[in-house]
């Protein structure tokens, strides 16, 4: 991803940013310092000024079915969606049944200790549950061994409500991904964790 005078009015000042092919970028800063708008405009929810270019092509011009192809996003927040058994959420977010989307399927479910959860309702998940649910749908949807098409995942504070034990769960599934060659940008706001695990990173303040 390239970025040439990204900005957004009042909120996010012109930046020049390049995200490379696996890498794990990680966007910190204090609250109110723009990370969100950043990353909505990373992933193509948030208008902006500037130019953008996803995979060689510009964001502003991929018709919303090939940007969810491109990219997946995880808000900081997400209202539950109904009364969906978890299961059929994950589904929504693949591209194809195949045997070996149900092997990548049980993969993520084993990392992410949610191999008894496919059939509870969503409603009935606790917060950390919820989270990674969200979690496992957003890499599903990008997978490349379910998604050849998958390039970026954006997260947007991807460790909420989650323990020690299943931030590590989540640090070695997002290894996994970048090694195979999906970019990542997460927002967060430990830097020791950064030291550890960020290739980069991008420090805002004050939406610059």
Known sequence: MQCQGVSVAGRLTPADLTLNQGERVHLVGPNGAGKSTL????????????????AGEALTSLPGATLAQ?????PQQHAVPGTLPVWHYLRMHMTQAAPVTDSVLADILTQLSLQDK????????????????R????????HPAINPRGRLLVLDEPMTALDVAQQHAVDR???QLCQAGI???ASGHDLNHSLRHADRVWLMHQAR
């Open 39 to 54: 990353l909505s405009v990373l992933a193509g929810l948030l208008p902006a000024r500037g130019g953008i270019q996803l």
């Open 70 to 74: 491109l990219r997946a996003w995880l």
């Open 118 to 133: 496919l059939t509870r309702n969503l409603r009935q998940l606790s917060g950390g549950e919820w989270q990674r649910v």
């Open 135 to 142: 979690l496992a749908a957003v890499v599903l949807q990008i």
């Open 173 to 175: 599934l997002l290894a």
């Open 183 to 185: 970019a990542i940008i």
